[in-house]
């Protein structure tokens, strides 16, 4: 672990003392109002967490990215994107298995609170709701989710609850584990996931960024990419509420821009 990750991970405590309930609220509110609006919020939670990782961060500076570096990574996504829908459910898992790894990796704490929040994050909901958590999954890569599929994914999950005990039986007062618990067991799993993903990983880690170099220079370097990648989900979204794009195919584009990014795990550098 390098000096900045370090640095990233002491940071991110007292960010999320101070800002969680405000998120973790907003979700409640989402939920009660009903399944559309926690989806929408969901969604919204990783679009507003992609900014964190919009930025070519190497060697204590950061910078945009320059068009080789950019055009590579759209090459990169498209070949992911194609993994997905050559095989959905081998691309899935695979999806899910690097963003708990992601996650762990950009976690502070003890060894067992990071495979706590990477485990819950990836597999909580599974583990309370394992139905709708199968049912979204069967819509998003357009093919049946077997059973002892979805059964691997709720122990995953069952392993995040384990993990979380015992580092909640050493440092009991820890905003996130109890939030992350809570979102999977009580929200839409579109919803959990993706206040996990902002709460617990994005925003931390744009916190430790703002802090490294300013927030003029971050804003520089992820503003443009950032755009894009608003405007690309936009873009999508509009296709898919007008039919003119199966939402399988969307989903696939949407994880395969992901993966380069924590493939590169750019950050941790």
Not at 36 to 56: C, E, K, R, S
Not at 175 to 199: D, E, I, N, R
Not at 212 to 239: D, E, K, M, S
Request: net charge positive.
């Amino acid at each position: 672990m390098t000096a900045a990750t370090a640095a990233v991970k002491r940071r991110s405590v007292p960010w999320g003392r101070a800002v969680l309930p405000f998120i973790f609220v907003c979700a409640l509110a989402a939920q009660i109002a009903g399944e559309g609006a926690a989806i929408v919020l969901g969604l919204a939670f990783f679009l507003a967490g992609t900014a964190h990782g919009a930025g070519d961060e190497q060697g204590g500076a950061i910078r945009p990215w320059s068009a080789v570096g950019a055009a590579g990574y759209v090459v990169a996504g498209l070949a992911v994107a194609a993994l997905f829908v050559a095989a959905p459910l081998a691309g899935l898992s695979l999806f899910l298995l690097l963003s708990a790894w992601h996650f762990a990796r950009s976690t502070g704490g003890t060894r067992a609170r990071q495979l706590a929040f990477a485990l819950t994050a990836v597999g909580g909901s599974a583990l309370w709701q394992v139905e709708g958590t199968g049912a979204i999954f069967a819509a998003v890569v357009g093919t049946h989710i077997p059973a002892i599929w979805m059964t691997g994914l709720a122990m995953l999950g069952g392993a995040g609850l384990l993990l979380a005990a015992l580092a909640l039986s050493k440092r009991w007062r820890d905003p996130l584990l109890w939030s992350v618990l809570a979102a999977t067991a009580l929200l839409h799993p579109v919803l959990a996931v993706g206040y996990a993903f902002l709460a617990g990983h994005a925003l931390p880690l744009q916190e430790g960024q703002f802090r490294r170099h300013g927030w003029r220079q971050v804003l520089a370097a992820q503003g443009p990419t950032t755009a894009l990648a608003v405007l690309g989900a936009a873009a999508i979204a509009a296709l898919v509420l007008t039919g003119n794009l199966a939402l399988p195919l969307a989903a696939a584009l949407a994880f395969g821009m992901a993966a380069p990014h924590m493939l590169s795990e750019r950050l941790e550098r």
